[in-house]
C-alpha cells in the first residue's frame, strides 16, 4: 500500500478561514484510492524531520501569528531548503505563501525578512486596498488548465511573482486590482485562496497528491473520483462571479 506523509506547520497558530479542510480533503481523497494517509503536526519549538515528509502544508495566519512562527521557521530553514531539495510538494496559503518570499511589511512599517526561498516581496496595503471577497482564476499546474474557486482575505499585496498561479477572472489576486493569483513552481503551490481551497477544486487536491507521490513513487496517475458535487459547487461560484 502506497503511504502519503503530510507534515502540517503551526496546526494551532496558522488555520485561518477554514485551511484545516485542505488536510481533510487530502486524506479523504487518498484514503478513497487506497493511500494511507499520516497528516502529523508540528508547532513552535517542535521536533520534526521535514525532508521525511512527502507534503509540507503552512496555512494563513494574522500578522501576530506570523511573528511568532517566524524565528521557528528560521531555524528550520536548513531542513525546509533540503526537503525542496528533495522534491517534497509545498501548499503556502496566504500568510505561509508570504513568508516564503523576500520580506513582508507590516501596517506600522516593521519589516519581517522572509525566508528568501523566492524573490517575491509583500507589503501590507491600507484599508481602501485590502483584497477580500470571492475570487476565481484561470489556472494552470502541471500540464493542466482549469477555473478555480476560493475566498480571499489580506491586507498584503504581493510584488515581482516570477510564476503566478492563475489569472484572476473575478477578484483581486496577488495585489489590489492586480490580475494575477498566487505562485507556483514544479513543486510549491502558493496562494491567497481561502475558503478552503480543495473542496471546491478537486483537481487541484488531485494535482497535490500527485506531486507529493512522486517524491516517493515516482510519476503515477491517480484513478478518478466521482466529483459531481465538487465541480457543481465550483460552477456555481462561478456563475455567480460571472466567471463560467
Not at 484514503?31 to 525532508?51: A, F, H, S
Not at 489590489?176 to 471546491?200: Q, R, S, W
Request: proline content about 2%; hydrophobic content about 35%.
Amino acid at each position: 500500500m502506497k503511504q502519503l506523509r503530510i507534515l502540517w506547520m503551526y496546526h494551532d497558530l496558522m488555520d485561518l478561514y477554514g485551511d484545516k479542510g485542505n488536510l481533510q480533503v487530502l486524506k479523504i481523497r487518498a484514503q478513497k484510492r487506497g493511500i494511507d494517509c499520516l497528516v502529523d503536526t508540528c508547532t513552535l519549538n517542535e521536533k520534526k524531520d521535514i525532508p521525511s515528509y512527502d507534503l509540507f502544508f503552512l496555512g494563513g495566519g494574522a500578522d501576530r501569528e506570523q511573528e511568532l512562527i517566524y524565528k521557528d521557521l528560521l531555524h528550520r530553514r536548513d531542513a525546509i531548503q533540503q526537503a525542496m531539495d528533495q522534491n517534497t510538494a509545498f501548499l503556502l496559503i496566504c500568510g505561509g505563501y508570504q513568508l516564503f518570499g523576500k520580506s513582508y511589511r507590516d501596517q506600522d512599517g516593521r519589516e519581517i525578512p522572509g525566508l528568501h526561498f523566492f524573490d517575491y516581496e509583500t507589503v501590507s496595503s491600507d484599508r481602501q486596498h485590502r483584497c477580500i471577497g470571492n475570487i476565481a482564476i484561470e489556472a494552470s499546474m502541471d500540464g493542466h488548465v482549469f477555473k478555480a474557486v476560493g475566498f480571499e482575505n489580506h491586507g498584503g499585496q504581493t510584488q515581482n511573482v516570477a510564476s503566478a498561479f492563475g489569472k484572476v477572472l473575478s477578484g483581486h489576486g496577488n495585489t489590489f486590482d492586480g490580475g494575477y493569483e498566487g505562485f507556483i513552481t514544479n513543486t510549491v503551490l502558493a496562494t491567497y485562496m481561502h475558503g478552503p481551497l480543495l473542496p471546491k477544486n478537486p483537481i487541484i487536491a488531485d494535482l497535490i497528491i500527485q506531486r507529493a507521490l512522486n517524491k516517493r513513487y515516482g510519476a503515477a496517475q491517480l484513478e478518478p473520483l466521482d466529483d459531481l458535487l465538487e465541480n457543481k459547487a465550483r460552477e456555481i461560484m462561478l456563475q455567480r462571479l460571472h466567471a463560467e
